[in-house]
């Protein structure tokens, strides 16, 4: 859920106040208030800035160089990379080496010298520390506690120890807790249907096993999560935005509604993704006697077999993060087939005179918002909602927003997900 303070317009000196507060009891915090004050008051800074119309967006580590171990490797621990001689730590030298450190992999490093901060150099991590918000079984290494800033957008901040959220800055607003829509009940509940036509397909193959085992429908509904985590991801990181639209079935997809550009003949390799679900279901079911299996199952599943079918899955991630690079949307069913992309969503779909931005999860406390404060690319997922209801679409925006759209209760609501981890 996402956790809102109270006081409005919200500022690092702010944040730095909240954190020190907050800090978790059992890890020390070697570094003075001040010092941390100033790190968040210069990456501030640096997030208002931009280098050839790219964000600055970085993660800034504040940990002395020795504490990082010079065996250390991308992850499972960092592969340091000390520079032969320190940097003063200003928005413009964040500016500058935000390009060559890469979010998702790397992080700038600094701590005092001299009560004075410094950058030492650069942390490359790997992508590992990334697993809960793209998707993958893989365990997120941990090898500091000391803070991490991360720098996602103009005025986004978040300070972070060993994975946890301490406290962030979002919209000139002191949070304390981000927004997963993937944590919601109303999400799965919207792919209900598909999700037990699965379970029941599994169900027939097993009936003419010696010991049938079934599946939660938990396990059918996180593995569809993760790849669809994947491909908002890539999208993502790939600047370039992108409109995907789940369909309540492919008829749903007709020039009434969608006029669809490129569409996909209804063969097995457009629904691959029932292949391959399928497929690991009958894996993870073979690998125990037990009457069901769920998502630790699937988790504990340590054989080549299944890792080769979990990286099929998320090729599928990245032929869909491809496809958005196309003007128009990607469309999907509601069972992951590929229907088609470059979609325009008519024009003559009538438009919500208001929308609902969802303040929680689960979207029980809104606020009204204008229709006419966002691009094209939100109207187009406004209509598309308010036309089938039982249809859902996410919009990730240039500069790395992702809005989930959805029909409640006959009223269009969007979420703003929070993805950086």
């Known amino acids: 859920m996402l956790g809102v303070m109270a006081r409005q317009y919200a500022y690092p000196a702010d944040l730095t106040q909240y954190v020190l507060e907050h800090w978790p009891e059992d890890t020390e915090l070697d570094l003075s208030g001040e010092l941390l004050g100033e790190a968040l008051s210069v990456a501030y800074h640096a997030s208002m800035t931009s280098e050839e119309a790219r964000p600055t967006i970085f993660r800034l580590l504040l940990t002395p160089v020795d504490r990082l171990p010079e065996s250390g490797v991308p992850n499972q621990g960092v592969l340091r990379l000390r520079f032969d001689r320190s940097r003063p730590l200003n928005a413009e030298e964040l500016r500058r080496l935000a390009p060559s450190t890469a979010f998702e992999t790397s992080l700038i490093g600094a701590h005092a010298e001299n009560h004075e901060l410094r950058i030492w150099g650069i942390a490359h991590s790997g992508a590992a ?3 809960p918000a793209v998707g993958g079984r893989s365990r997120v290494p941990n090898w500091t506690f000391d803070p991490i800033i991360h720098v996602t957008g103009p005025g986004q901040l978040a300070v972070r120890t060993a994975g946890k959220l301490i406290g962030a800055l979002r919209g000139g607003q ?21 999700r037990e036509q699965i379970r029941a397909e599994h169900a027939a193959r097993q009936a003419e096993a010696a010991s049938p085992t079934l599946v939660e429908h938990t396990l059918v509904g996180r593995i569809g999560q993760h790849m669809l985590r994947r491909s908002i991801q890539l999208v993502r990181s790939a600047r370039h935005g992108g409109l995907i639209l789940f369909a309540e079935s492919p008829e749903t997809a007709q020039p009434t509604s969608l006029r669809l550009k490129y569409r996909f003949e209804p063969d097995e390799p457009s629904r691959r993704y029932h292949t391959l679900l399928l497929q690991i279901l009958e894996r993870v079911s073979a690998a125990t006697s037990k009457a069901s299996v769920d998502w630790s199952d699937f988790m504990l599943d340590a054989s080549l077999e299944l890792e080769r079918l979990e990286n099929s899955v998320f090729e599928l991630s990245t ?3 491809n496809l958005t690079a196309t003007d128009g949307a990607v469309i999907l069913d509601k069972r992951f087939r590929l229907v088609g992309f470059g979609a ?42 308010q036309a089938h209801p039982r249809g859902l679409a996410i919009v990730i925006s240039h500069d790395g927003g992702v809005s989930f759209v959805a029909n409640r209760d006959g009223e269009v609501v969007f979420w703003e997900q929070s993805m950086s981890p």
Request: aromatic residues 10%; negative net charge.
């Open 344 to 385: 325009e969503v008519s024009a003559e779909l009538s438009s919500p005179s208001r929308v609902w931005r969802a303040l929680d999860a689960e979207g029980d406390r809104r606020v009204a918002e204008s229709v006419e404060n966002v691009g094209t690319r939100h109207r187009a997922a406004y209509r598309f909602v």
């Open 174 to 194: 002191l949070v304390d807790a981000m927004m997963d829509v993937f944590d919601s009940d109303w999400l799965p509940a919207l792919f209900e249907s598909e």
């Open 129 to 131: 520390w990334l697993a």
């Open 319 to 321: 032929v869909i993060a």
